[in-house]
């Protein structure tokens, strides 16, 4: 086997398969390691197992293997985190960790694909022009990014039609398009595919929004509505969000990226391989290569001058603070993820909840980012509020119905007979400042299988947050009201749950190396060829999904490599707007 390789890449998901394809297009040699499966479409032919997939994390770490532990501040001990602390209580990636395995992510993934808004850049600008600077939150490191919505258009058309996105545009070029969401940024083009098959449930929704004079439109999806590159349609299976796909309808790096990339005969990709730490010349300037693990619980060094990880955000930060990459104290800093603020509610009409991809439905953005309108609870920026009609299975429904009704006997069976069939879901995706108090750092106490400190995530739900979500529920009971529901409820504005793979911000992009942790490109200030590309740049984080921002940073990084001499770009290269 080679030993040195053109570059190394930890991690084959959602960003490490875009940026493996790209350069191995290029001719450069790529190591690709990724501690879960290298899946084969064969795996999952037959998927459609809710107690596999979403109840018992099938294609999950876990906390027996990746424990990640949790404390509402630095009083408190840390306890492992139970990847089950959410509403629905289940082992589905959404309040743990993502998916492992090629595809990383995007194995799960209920493929919500947006755009972020040009304010969403500038967030801590925009709040100051708008509400002062006295309004921003007293202790938090908020600040713009970089990099604006016009450096990364571009990017983000790339993954919109090399990954393959559905929707309708807004605002091309300026010009706003029937149907469309007319809150867009502008953009070059439209998707390349229209959008799904629409739920049953969203019908009543959008009748409903639009009497309230709001502006609903069709998600933008990662999800063929038709043949794309050889990918076949959604079938509307139902088992979408938390579960593989079983047809390649999915926009995954699993069935685009990585094949592309091992098809130039230019990636080896070594899987059940688990980094354990990031090597260094020996002032520590610059990168050398990895030691892994494989699964025969051999140890190998390989060599390379360029290093990029894309474990996940907090992934990346647990191998950084490991190898001792942390001189000026901001790995693991600025820690942000989202609230969702689920609100159901049962319809008169069949919605058939079960049916369809999780997100065949509409949003609505005039609530969204800067647009939040002027309320009485200080909060100070928005979230889409989005419709959800499908992808709800017979056990997650049993774990999210009315809380005032039993879970077992008569009346628990009466309620599903006659309930389930009418359900209808609502989310919205509240932003979390980043604080010096919240953060990720190395639990001195829990360790992994291989001796390995455990992330711990020190982060708790403040005021604001929880504002945010009785802000927009309040929002979604308007809208509940509007379509005749005949009962809703609420998850608690302070959920228990503190990671969502959402999580984000932990190695922050900045100019100033002394504040952030890479470049606009993802290099780490601190050591020469090492990259950390992801969630973990992210500066401010608004109410939208961030893994299309994540993949179209992929796209710009990898961009970065291979205008560099030898894939290595200098941390004083300027972004250019």
């Given amino acids: 086997m080679r030993a040195e390789y053109d570059a190394i890449i930890v991690g084959m998901g959602s960003a490490g398969g875009i940026i493996a394809e790209q350069l191995t297009k290029a ?7 990724e501690k879960g499966p290298d899946y084969t479409q064969e795996d999952f032919m037959v998927k459609q197992d809710e107690l596999r997939y979403y109840q018992r994390g099938a294609i999950v770490a876990g906390v027996n293997v990746d424990p990640v532990t949790w404390r509402p501040n630095e009083s408190s001990t840390a306890r492992v985190l139970p990847w089950s602390a959410g509403a629905l209580g289940t082992d589905e990636p959404l309040y743990g960790l993502p998916s492992i395995g090629t595809g990383g992510g995007t194995l799960h993934w209920g493929c919500a694909a947006y755009r972020f808004r040009e304010a969403d850049f500038r967030m801590r600008s925009a709040i100051a022009e708008r509400f002062g600077e006295a309004a921003l939150p007293e202790g938090s490191s908020l600040a713009d990014w970089p990099i604006s919505y016009a450096d990364l258009e571009p ?4 993954v919109e039609q090399e990954q393959g996105l559905s929707g309708r545009a807004g605002n091309v070029g300026g010009v706003l398009q029937e149907g ?13 595919m229209p959008p799904v098959a629409q739920g049953p449930g969203d019908v009543p929704w959008v009748a409903a929004t639009e009497r309230l004079g709001l502006h609903p439109f069709r998600q933008p999806l990662a999800i063929n509505s038709e043949e794309y590159r050889g990918r076949p349609a959604c079938v509307n299976c139902g088992f979408c969000h938390g579960f593989p796909c079983h047809v390649k309808a999915k926009s995954t790096t699993q069935v685009t990226s990585v094949p592309a990339a091992k098809a130039t005969g230019n990636l080896e990709l070594r899987a059940r391989s688990r980094v354990l730490r990031i090597n260094r010349s020996p002032d520590g300037r610059e990168v050398r290569g990895v030691t892994y693990v494989d699964a025969l619980g051999e140890t190998h060094d390989v060599f390379s001058n360029t290093v990029v990880l894309t474990a996940y955000a907090l992934e990346n930060v647990r191998l950084m ?4 990459i942390n001189s000026n104290g901001q790995v693991g800093q600025h820690f942000m993820t989202h609230n969702f603020g689920w609100f159901t509610s049962v319809l008169p009409e069949v919605t058939n909840p079960f049916m369809g991809t999780f997100n065949a439905s509409s949003a609505i953005d005039d609530y969204t980012s800067e647009l939040v309108p002027d309320n009485d609870l200080g909060v100070l920026w928005g979230s889409p509020i989005i419709s959800v009609t499908g992808d709800l299975q017979p056990i997650e429904a049993y774990h999210n119905i009315n809380p005032g009704v039993a879970k077992f006997g008569l009346e628990f069976k009466h309620w599903m007979r006659d309930k389930y069939r009418h359900m209808h879901r609502m989310y919205s995706q ?5 604080y010096a108090r919240h953060y990720a750092d190395l639990d001195p ?12 995530i020190t982060h708790d739900w403040e005021d604001h947050d929880a504002n945010s979500v009785t802000l927009m529920g309040r929002y979604k009971e308007r809208i509940a009201k509007e379509m005749g529901a005949t009962e809703y409820w609420m998850d608690s504005p302070r959920p228990p749950y503190h990671l969502s793979t959402h999580d984000v911000g932990v190695h922050r992009m900045g100019l100033d190396p002394a504040t952030s942790v890479t470049n606009v490109y ?7 060829g090492l990259f950390a590309v992801g969630g973990g740049q992210f500066v401010s984080y608004g109410g939208y999904n961030p893994n299309q921002t994540v993949q179209a940073l992929a796209y710009l990084s990898a961009e970065g490599l291979l205008a560099s001499n030898g894939l290595r770009l200098a941390s004083s290269t300027p972004m250019v707007a």
């Fill in 430 to 434: 509240t932003t979390n400042f980043p």
């Fill in 155 to 158: 990017y983000y058309e790339r």
């Fill in 321 to 324: 603070l490991i190898s001792g």
């Fill in 522 to 528: 993802g290099e780490v200030h601190e050591c020469r």
């Fill in 27 to 33: 001719g450069a040699h790529v190591l690709a390691l």
């Fill in 180 to 192: 469309g969401n007319p809150f867009d940024p502008p953009r070059e083009r439209d998707y390349p």
């Fill in 445 to 456: 106490v829990v360790k992994d299988r291989w001796g390995q400190p455990a992330l711990r």
